[in-house]
């Protein structure tokens, strides 16, 4: 297969000049150049191309020499010889000589693919040079046939020093890192430590970085920190390179730096005939021995690919663009790299209905496609850029940019105010508006803004300079102590997130109020900081306060830590930053509130947070728990109501009845709907409010009492919606279980709703003092029939009767037949006289059976069953109400759909209730007289009416059963858990 590329005309010879560094293959490249009539060199950086752009001009004259980049064009009208940036070789015209530096640039998966069109395209009519790395000889020679090369030899030796601290550093030092938060860093470590440095970024224009280096050059300062910027052929006088770090964001992920990267950085110690030296400081302890064999011997592995786009665009539509460049080479050695900036605003212009309506012919998606490359200096990758490329072509669609469009868009970046990141940030949107100003044909006096644009550039890169030198150069402690002593006005800013930048200097965070001062802010150093964020985030603060004390409700979050939370933009899903804490208050529902420290409030403003704090707490508790909070108000409740109420509120909306039996045998029939309407349900066993159930309720009940009782939060609740949960009863508090809903029973944490209904059910089946379990109660409980055994049997009651293990023994001696005829007929009897047992406990499991029939035909509502005499009073009524509720609660079992018939289950165990004490004394019970024997109490009507309508829901089809009313006299009165209820009404029917 042929390699993808083609030359447009006939081509001389093609020559490569590889080595290592400071070789002179720069240097004898425009030497070759300037011995020819016309040519052309392309440099990987603007920086490079407007060094040399001056080296050549100073040779041959600035008429007859041309600079090309993206952002600045000067170009004489008799010029023949041109410095250029690789993207803006003019590969169109023609040249005697053309040369292309540092070529191994081919394999970077971002740029990769202009160093290799050029490599394949670019041709001088007499002769072609390529200079870079030795490690792109296999690849040159594999694309380029006949192509000739020469190997370069470093003038001076470079040696491996290993680790030194940034103290302890010769001078005339650069020390590399890879991100503007290592350099700013390094920087300032220098500067207090060795009076101040140079800086030289990528991100600097030509004219700040010649005046950083000259700084450095004319020794007014000995070190310079720098990135990785300084690796490309920028000669400077340099004894030792010290690297900082050796991980490196590429701009899609933080990786390794490859060895030929190291010692391209490396080289740019030892110029010339001078020895250099490289190491590592900082966080970086050593290099991998073989990494520094590799540099100081200049053995680097072989590129065995490069990037490649085609070049062969199709301009028929955007979507033939597209497929054009995304087509691939059919050659393994060149290969795709990452999607270019121009490529991806390319498919984000397609997607917009007001460009891609415009690119209906060539012309236009050729014009679409160059604005496309309109770069974006910020490297943000925002839609502004984005916009911005929109509305530039679809401006220019029509006719030239309107010259007040562009006025204004240039002209306010004429600001050189500001700290370093802002200079910086205005100098990358100029540069982008330098890059537009020269496109000829899409303004009508292009060389005028152009000139507009250099200027504005000009200035800002003096005042960057100026900056540069303010920030790096003095200390920063003396910067600050001077700034706060003259009253100066500090430039800060906050990022996104919460580092405090004070004139480009990290100096800590700021949570919310709370102001954290960098680690590195140590002795006196600490004091300056501190003293510079309580004076630079006045404002910030002052506007904080402002939007806290009008925040909406939902911008304060409660976690379960117990910390106040406040999300400064409104609507965001995240739950913001803590500015308070609750602590220990008055009562468990009526906890304290303390700001988290903070030294930038006054006293005024830190009282006025905690106002608004407490009262958004206090509505927070009063919405979760409502059915709670109104217990407190105790207007119209009397007697012993008032005393439930009270006790009930004391409690968290949870008490055991034995401790209010007292008061509930004092209650009459006023009191007990005035506790209905407040929502409290008397149950057999706990006192409680139904209503408190919800997840938020339990979560919120649950921190509260762990508050209240000193405990470590956050605190564990069941999750949300669990009906039960197994714990571990030896190490969990049972009150804490008890104070959120879920008391403990053999093991299991159980929802009080779920439990009582439990509860009713075991005393609506009771017959003789025992009961049968049923399959629903461990439905109910979401646990395994043996867990509810242990509930049960936790609850008092006590298992005398268990089918399973009746089978077990059956199936034992069915094990044991056959062994001999004498065991056979032992055997034989021993089963007759089991059968005999079993038939009798058939009897009673028939009973049990016709009992789990009639209370399956109510399905789950027990208000169809006729209830045992001794079940009188009000728990007869909290049984009642329990079957009620859990129907209100839409936890009824009822089906309205046809039922379908079941798979038979196994048969449960049989339990005896709990004992109780029938001579137990008491307030006797006072309540109204019944009416004649046989008659109805007042307010019967009403409940038999629901009671009703409850057994016709229960029964859809309208069948009729046969009524059958259950009892539960137990042998002596001694042995019926309602004999306290009994003792009482014959009490009070003896007063009356």
Known sequence: MGLPHKYSRDHGRVFALLGPTNTGKTYRAIDRMLSYESGMIGFPLRLLARENYDKVAAIKGRSRVALVTGEEKIIPPNAKYYCCTVESMPVEKAFEFIGLDEVQLAEDPDRGHIFTDRILRARGLEETMLMGSDTMRTVLSRLIPGI?????????????????????????????????????????????????????LGALSPRTRNAQVEMYQSGEVDFMVATDAIGMGLNMDIHHVALAATRKFDGHRLRGLRNIEVGQIAGRAGR?????????????????????????????????????????????????LLKSLEQTSGDKMLVRGRPSDDYLALKAMMRRDDVIVRADNPEMVRLLWEVCQVPDFRQTLSDAHQDLIAEIYTRVSDGPLPEDWVAARIRRLDDRTGDVDALMARIAHIRTWTFISHKYHWLERAEYWQGQARAIE??????????????????????????????????????????????????????????IPDKDAVGADYKVVMATARKALTKEVKRRLAMILNAKPEQITLDESGKLLWQQKVGSPLPGEPVAALKKGDSALKPGVELIDSDLLDGSDKEAVLTFLKEWLDQHIKTVLEPLVNLENQDGIEGAARGITYQVYEAMGIIPR???????????????????????????????????????????????????????????????????????????????????????????AIRIDMLDRVISAVYDAADQGKFQAQHKMAEWLGCPIDDLYAVLTAMGHKKIYDPADEQKADDQISVNEGHNEDQSAEASDSSATGGKDAADQGENAKGADAKGADAANATGDVSGVALAPELTGDIKEAITEGADAHTEQGVTTTDAAPKVEAQKKPELATFR?????????????HKKPFAAKGGKKQGDDKKDRSKGKRERRGNPKGKSYKQSNMSAEAKTKDDSPFAVLEQLKKNADGKG
Not at 179 to 199: C, K, P
Not at 472 to 498: C, H, P, W, Y
Not at 913 to 918: D, E, H, I, M, S
Request: some cysteine; overall charge positive.
């Open 913 to 925: 209730l709990k004992k109780g004490k029938a001579n137990a004394q008491s307030k006797p019970f």
């Open 658 to 748: 034995e401790k209010l039996e007292d008061l509930i045998a004092d209650l009459t029939a006023e009191d007990r709907a005035v506790l209905r309407a407040r929502r409290i349900k008397l149950g057999p066993i706990l006192v409680f409010l139904p209503a408190l159930n919800k997840p938020a309720a339990v979560r919120l009940r649950g921190l509260l009492w762990a508050l209240w009782h000193e405990k470590t939060l956050p605190v564990e609740v069941p999750k949300d919606g669990i009906v039960s949960t197994k714990v571990d009863e030896k190490s969990i508090d049972r009150n804490f279980y008890q104070s959120i809903g879920y008391p403990v029973y053999g093991g299991r």
């Open 272 to 320: 010339y005939m001078k020895d250099g030296t490289f190491g590592v400081t900082g966080r970086v302890h050593d290099l991998d021995p073989d990494v520094v064999k590799a540099i100081e011997n200049h053995d680097f592995n072989s590129v065995r690919e490069i990037c490649w786009r085609n070049a062969d665009l199709e301009f028929n539509s955007p979507k033939l």
């Open 148 to 200: 000739e090369f020469e190997e370069a030899s470093r003038f001076s030796r470079l040696t491996y020093t290993g680790f030194k601290k940034l103290t302890r550093l010769p001078k005339r030092s650069a020390i590399v890192a890879f991100s503007m938060d290592e350099v700013y860093n390094t920087a300032e470590l220098i500067r207090r430590q060795r009076g101040g440095t140079a800086v030289v």
């Open 458 to 515: 000009d200035g800002l890169s003096d005042a960057l300079h100026q900056a540069l030198i303010k920030r790096f150069v003095d200390s920063r402690t003396s910067m600050l102590m001077k700034s706060l002593e003259e009253g100066q006005e500090l430039m800060a800013g906050i990022r996104a997130n919460g580092e405090v930048i004070v004139e480009s200097h990290l100096i800590g965070h700021l949570h919310a109020f709370r102001f």
